[in-house]
T-cell receptor, first 112, second 115 residues
């Protein structure tokens, strides 16, 4: 079945770059997503990438997709304390059913 | 727009009691999703609706869970009877359509504790 896996925890210093990694199993996924969850809040869409793209950049965020290895990464440049949150990778199900499968989330801790 | 609205935000109930969680999706959104988040299992899709019709309820844990969507602006998730292992954050989310770059908008969640 479909599965999305992430490392559980990442700690960086303020100003450094953060790289959060994700692997997925459904090779026919059309879109892959990164969501951010701050404490006590719901999930907020950060960015997404279409499966025929290798890279997408949006301000401090860079998404890299290696479709051959089914590997997705999110790079946050100049990480700030406000970036501390849980980051979820998600893949869309085939057939555009509207269903997303989420990873277990990576907790990013940014130390001042 | 006010976003996806969920109620209650927090609920503490005793084991065996009925729990009803409510959701108002964003106006005009055709899809509504119920997710459950726990430390052990992460974020799980319980059920989702398209135009008020349940499409996939394979994630509903057992018969104690039921969900309805009587109209386009309201959905409920009911647990009867509740058990301590149901303690979790329950998220409702909605989506305008299922096309390229589908974006799901989440509510703030209902934090349920069953004692």
């Amino acid at each position: 079945g479909e599965d999305v896996e992430q490392s559980l925890f990442l700690s960086v210093r303020e100003g450094d770059s953060s790289v959060i990694n994700c692997t997925y199993t459904d090779s026919s996924s059309t879109y892959l997503y990164w969501y951010k969850q701050e404490p006590g809040a719901g999930l907020q869409l950060l960015t997404y990438i279409f499966s025929n793209m290798d890279m997408k950049q949006d301000q401090r965020l860079t998404v890299l997709l290696n479709k051959k290895d089914k590997h997705l990464s999110l790079r946050i440049a100049d990480t700030q304390t406000g970036d501390s949150a849980i980051y979820f990778c998600a893949e869309s199900m085939t057939g555009n059913t509207g269903k997303l499968i989420f990873g277990q989330g990576t907790t990013l801790q940014v130390k001042p | 727009d006010a976003g996806v609205i969920q109620s209650p935000r927090h609920e503490v109930t005793e084991m065996g009691q009925e729990v009803t969680l409510r959701c108002k999706p964003i106006s005009g959104h055709d899809y509504l999703f119920w997710y459950r988040q726990t430390m052990m299992r992460g974020l799980e899709l319980l059920i989702y609706f398209n135009n008020n019709v349940p499409i996939d309820d394979s994630g509903m844990p057992e018969d104690r869970f039921s969900a309805k969507m009587p109209n386009a602006s309201f959905s409920t998730l009911k647990i009867q009877p509740s058990e301590p292992r149901d303690s979790a954050v329950y998220f409702c989310a909605s989506s305008p359509r299922v096309v390229a770059g589908n974006t799901i908008y989440f509510g703030e969640g209902s934090w349920l504790t069953v004692v």
